[in-house]
């Protein structure tokens, strides 16, 4: 019961620390779904947070699916390159 009041109140169980992003690793949009703010007497509105939230992490979502996939684009570019180059220096050696 506690638990549920705490979630629908928008406060975190005090013995979890706080999610946090590690230095050099990038924000995860489960991060700043479950991030959680300590609600004041006249703090901000808990409904409005958690909806801006997920548009937050939704946004992230699409900004890291599109990053993953240039750099697969990326990788496989290079390797063809890297074979035509090759290819090309094997032509020139036997001229």
């Given at each position: 019961m506690r638990n549920l009041i705490r979630r629908l109140s928008g406060r975190?169980?005090?013995s979890q620390p706080p999610i946090q992003a590690t230095r050099g690793q990038p924000l995860r949009?489960?991060?700043?779904?479950?991030r959680c703010?300590?609600?004041r007497r006249r703090g901000l509105d808990p409904v409005e947070i958690?909806?801006?939230?997920?548009?937050v992490a939704d946004e992230l979502t699409v900004a890291q699916t599109a990053l993953r996939a240039v750099q697969e684009e990326n990788v496989r570019i290079k390797?063809?390159?890297r074979s035509w180059q090759s290819a090309q220096s094997a032509n020139h050696r036997y001229r």
């Open positions: 975190r169980d005090e949009p489960w991060q700043i779904r479950e703010f300590n609600v958690r909806t801006f939230l997920h548009q390797n063809a390159l």
